[in-house]
């Protein structure tokens, strides 16, 4: 039943977004998107390669992939050092 009705309200004409967010202006990830589209136009291989880089910028935007495994590997390392396993979180210099 859910399924059936998440997929009637699909049209089978649906476009594709328009880059506008969802209180006007520009979604915040539009710009990564013009520019990976951008790229794909002038892409002379087929394996993507060349627009890897846009691709990936336009993913971390959507996802925040990147962030969050910044974030994981900074509250691992403060979770060492109150753990007793750092170096006194001073940066030490060994002198």
Same mark, same amino acid.
């Given at each position: 039943f859910f399924s059936a009705t998440l997929h009637s309200s699909y049209s089978a004409n649906a476009t594709m977004s328009s880059g506008f967010g969802l209180r006007g202006g520009i979604g915040?990830?539009?710009?990564?998107?013009?520019e990976y589209k951008e790229?794909?136009?002038? #892409?002379?291989?087929?394996? +993507? @390669?060349?627009?890897?880089?846009?691709?990936?910028?336009?993913?971390?935007?959507l996802h925040n992939r990147r962030e969050h495994e910044i974030v994981r590997a900074v509250n691992a390392e403060e979770k060492k050092q109150? #753990?007793?396993?750092?170096? +006194? @979180?001073?940066?030490?210099?060994g002198e």
């Open positions: 915040r990830c539009y710009p990564f998107w013009a790229c794909l136009k002038t #892409e002379e291989r087929n394996d +993507g @390669g060349i627009c890897m880089p846009s691709r990936e910028d336009y993913f971390e935007c109150k #753990e007793g396993g750092g170096s +006194g @979180g001073h940066g030490g210099g």
